[in-house]
């Protein structure tokens, strides 16, 4: 500091003498050296002038003598150090020297030419050459000159050494004090004064200077109690604090962190945070300042943290930046251990994707394991086959035992199930009593066309629920990724119509999923769409097709076959329209408008002549069989003025199956209000015979299938069929019912069932089902009405 200072003082003094006292003294000495060398050149021309002519003569005679008499002379001048006189002829070469002859070092040459005049003209006869001392600065300066310069020196050196001095004593001094101060305060970290009074400059830097320490002192005071203030606080905090440095090393620990990690403080501190977390987290950990929002300043991770005795705990860390003049200098973060908390989670998940009744998988459940699965399949390049699996005539188990035995069951075929599974396979109950397997890894399709057919066959020894055996079988849908499916849903979907597609084909089997399956779903879906625009728009209507006195080929009456009349398909006979009407619960709608318009067609046809009496048979579905059947009935019968009578209700086994006492008491109410019952598809059921004394029927219907094989003598079957009919015809009739026989198509099975005394008869053989212009058409031409059927 002092030798900075100083130098720096005496060289702003040295360089102002050298920019302003040395270019004076040098211009002195310059115009002083440059007068006297003028005037001592002035006088060397005068003399080499005056004697150039003395010359003349004695060189034109070469007088050598004479020459080196004047040249002698010349020396002689103080203002002429050597002569050297030279003809042009180069015959005279005279040179006189002070001192050593040969030295002409520092001499300047003035040369002038010898001139001799003759009686002609003047003309050049040689050469004079004066050597003259060349003058330095100081050479031209006289005693007293160099007398002003001495004590201008004196001078100048006298203010440069009283200037360093008081420079010294003014401002070193006071700075060497303050520099001491500054020094002792922070090598011993107290606060030291400067001992300098003065009014000066220095002396209000001094006040200054302790009034500063004084302020800081108290300021350090205040921040050592907040820092230990802080201190306190960040350890007695009863949370898990800890703060890392930019390069995520530890930097600072709370003692709760200690007592809950188990570490001394020694030992976590400058270590890396990484080598705390598991390493399954690293890669979390790590990439943490990328997850987090942008609009919230702290950032969350919930990591797995290692001990100090090993052992393994969830925390939750919430990392909060520090920043300094905009750089981060590191974070502060809380630590939360949530091990409950994700144990709970996790117990949570596991109720929430688990059945509790069979303790499989849910389908929620199922869905992610789906997923997880077709991503490993990806990754190994093996299959997935998808088992979806439906218990058929559960519900009547529910129904009729309760739901504790259905639930029963459910876990017995759990129970009976599992042990087929191997380990990496995955079972799920969907809801109900719908199940779905997986199957992965090499030959997946194998195992699972095997585990299908083990589980039809777990089916063949009955439950046992209650004390009661129960028998049940399965339809199973199978499925494969990625020959089926491309996706998860897709393969889960492409089984379940594959499970549908084996209920609609007898159940009690397994089904494996083709694209044929999909064209019956879609046509299915598209049949769905066709019947609820139709039941909109007014679609379906009620044909007639006669049903005919079996002896005489007079139409007693018609019965009502539904038909749907497409826009762009046209025509649609019921085939297919009646099963998937039934599933969707359309039918019964289906049958109020097919009631309708039959009874609509009928009004019409009893103005034609004969036809007065016809009644109208209309097919009903067991879902119509509600409590306000009656009055409706009753309301359109008055609406088109018919007589109760003239309406024939059809119904079928599923009507009476389950003996519904509700069912019962409608067609109890239906007949006392005066319209008839027919029993249609009579002999195909398992005990029709049951319901006709059990039930209200005035007429039965034979199925066509007993019909057709009437007139086959060589088949045993027909003759059976025939006894079989003589049976019901004779049965109906000791039970007071008519019998129709259904499906007469030709002369000669119409005279068979003639003789074996069936009363009426319907088919092709006496008309097709025509719609009610066609039927108005057949029936109003002017022959008999027994010919026309008859032909």
Not at 409 to 426: H, I, K, M, T, Y
Not at 562 to 591: F, N
Not at 676 to 690: H, N
Not at 727 to 740: E, L, Q, T
Request: charged share 25%; proline share 4%.
């Amino acid at each position: 500091m002092t030798r900075s200072v100083e130098s720096r003082f005496i060289a702003i003094i040295s360089g102002a003498l050298l920019v302003v006292v040395a270019p004076l003294f040098t211009l002195f000495l310059t115009l002083s050296s440059q007068q006297a060398a003028k005037n001592l050149s002035e006088r060397a021309d005068a003399v080499l002038a005056t004697n150039s002519q003395a010359l003349g003569k004695p060189l034109w005679e070469m007088d050598t003598t004479s020459i080196r008499q004047i040249a002698t002379l010349l020396v002689s001048d103080s203002a002429i150090s050597a002569v050297q006189i030279t003809d042009d002829a180069g015959v005279v070469d005279i040179s006189e020297v002070k001192g050593n002859p040969s030295d002409f070092r520092g001499l300047d040459a003035i040369s002038r030419p010898i001139l001799y005049k003759t009686t002609q003209n003047t003309q050049q006869v040689g050469t004079i050459t004066a050597y003259v001392p060349r003058l330095g600065w100081f050479a031209a300066l006289h005693q007293v000159e160099m007398a002003f310069i001495s004590i201008f020196v004196i001078a100048i050196l006298t203010v440069f050494g009283a200037a360093v001095l008081g420079n010294r004593v003014m401002v070193i001094k006071p700075l060497l004090r303050l520099t001491a101060a500054i020094e002792a305060t922070r090598r011993l970290g107290s606060r030291h004064h400067v001992d300098w009074r003065s009014n000066d400059e220095m002396g209000r830097l001094a006040r200054s200077f302790n009034e500063m320490q004084t302020l800081l002192e108290r300021e350090e005071r205040e921040l050592k109690r907040a820092h230990q203030q802080t201190i306190e606080i960040y350890n007695l905090t009863p949370a898990m604090l800890f703060s890392l440095t930019v390069d995520d090393h530890i930097s600072a620990v709370s003692d709760y962190w200690l007592l809950a990690t188990g570490y001394n403080r020694a030992d976590v501190i400058g270590r890396p945070f990484l080598d705390l977390i598991a390493p399954a987290d690293h890669a979390l950990f790590a990439d943490r300042k990328n997850q987090a929002k942008p609009d919230s300043p702290a950032i969350e991770a919930t990591l797995r943290f290692i001990r100090a005795d090993g052992s393994m705990i969830d925390v939750l860390i919430v990392e909060t930046s520090l920043s300094a003049a905009g750089k981060p200098p590191g974070s502060l973060s809380v630590m939360t251990d949530v091990t409950e908390l994700k144990q709970s989670e996790l117990r949570n998940h596991q109720q929430a994707i688990t059945d509790h009744l069979t303790g499989l998988l849910n389908r929620q459940g199922f869905e992610g394991a789906l997923d997880e699965k077709i991503a490993e399949a990806d990754e190994a390049g093996t299959e997935v086959a998808c088992l979806f699996v439906d218990l058929d005539r559960f519900k009547s188990i529910n129904d009729n035992l309760g739901h504790a035995a259905g639930d029963a069951v459910l876990r017995e075929f759990v129970e009976r199930a599992q042990p087929l599974l191997r380990e990496g396979d995955c079972a799920s109950r969907l809801g109900g009593d719908e199940f779905a397997l997986l199957i992965t890894g090499e030959g997946a399709e194998r195992r699972a066309s095997e585990l299908a057919q083990k589980i039809v066959d777990q089916f063949d020894a009955p439950f046992r629920v209650s004390g009661t055996a129960v028998r049940l079988s399965a339809s199973i849908g199978l499925a494969f990724y990625p020959s089926h499916a491309a996706t998860a849903a897709e393969l889960l979907h492409k089984s379940d119509l594959a499970m549908y597609a084996r209920k609609r084909d007898g159940k009690n089997g397994a089904q494996v999923y083709d694209r044929v399956i999909l064209d019956e779903t879609r046509e299915r879906a598209e049949m769905e769409s066709d019947i609820e625009v139709a039941i909109a728009a007014s679609w379906f209507e009620a044909h007639f097709q006669p049903i005919v006195d079996i002896k005489t080929g007079t139409p007693a009456g018609f019965e009502a076959l539904m038909r749907m009349r497409h826009p762009r398909k046209g025509l649609l006979s019921p085939a297919g329209i009646v099963s998937v009407a039934e599933e969707t619960g359309t039918i019964a709608q289906i049958g109020t408008l097919i009631l309708e318009d039959a009874l609509a067609n009928l009004a019409r046809v009893s103005r034609l002549p004969g036809m007065g009496d016809a009644y109208v048979a209309v097919n009903f579905s067991p879902l119509q069989f509600e409590p306000g059947l009656p009055m409706r009935l009753a309301a359109l019968l008055a609406r088109y003025d018919i007589q109760p009578q003239r309406l024939v209700v059809e119904i079928t086994e599923a009507v009476l199956l389950h003996d519904n006492p509700e069912i019962r008491n409608v067609l109890n109410e239906i007949q006392q209000f005066g319209c008839r019952i027919a029993l249609d598809d009579f002999g195909t059921g398992y005990s029709s015979l049951s319901y006709m004394s059990r039930f209200p029927v005035d007429i039965v219907k034979i199925d066509q299938s007993f019909v057709r094989s009437l007139t086959e003598q060589t088949d045993e079957i027909g003759r059976k069929n025939r006894m079989l009919v003589e049976g019901i015809s004779a049965i109906s009739h000791k039970m007071n019912c008519k019998v129709v026989a259904e499906g007469v198509e030709t002369e000669e099975q119409r005279l068979l069932l003639q003789r074996i005394g069936v009363d009426f008869a319907q088919g092709y053989f006496f008309s097709r089902p025509r719609g009610i212009s066609d039927i108005l058409d057949m029936f109003s031409v002017d022959e008999p009405i027994a010919r026309s059927l008859a032909s």
